[in-house]
């Protein structure tokens, strides 16, 4: 039986950059770092950065959304930061509101505001 979500590995072609990138987007450090596999602990869930990207194609063609409070806030702190947009922010119901990101690599990054769930 399913328990939810537990990880979410991106395919990355370099492997430092990526953790730059990653430090400086979700503002965090890894709890995990070897030169075959970076873990961060994001709210319980695992953010894992594999640099054997072989056999895949640039970018992914599913989108995991991670949770934030405020996706007006976080888009804007994105685009300071000069982060890639996929999608802006739209409403697709009630108050949930959705957006993402690209990561350097072409791995999309969702984002999601929903007061349903806490953070």
Not at 80 to 99: F, Q, R, S, Y
Request: hydrophobic share 35%; net charge negative; proline share 5%.
């Amino acid at each position: 039986m399913l328990q939810g979500l537990r990880t979410i590995v991106y395919y990355v072609g370099d492997l430092e950059a990526a953790k730059e990138w990653y430090k400086k987007i979700f503002e965090i450090e890894p709890y995990f770092d070897e030169p075959f596999y970076v873990g961060y602990n994001v709210g319980g869930f695992e953010l894992g950065l594999n640099p054997d990207d072989t056999g895949f194609s640039n970018g992914n063609h599913s989108i995991t959304y991670w949770g934030v409070q405020n996706i007006k806030e976080t888009f804007e702190r994105f685009e300071a930061l000069e982060v890639e947009i996929h999608e802006k922010p739209n409403n697709v119901g009630d108050e949930i509101w959705v957006g993402s990101i690209f990561d350097p690599f072409g791995n999309v990054i969702g984002i999601i505001e929903n007061p349903e769930f806490s953070l």
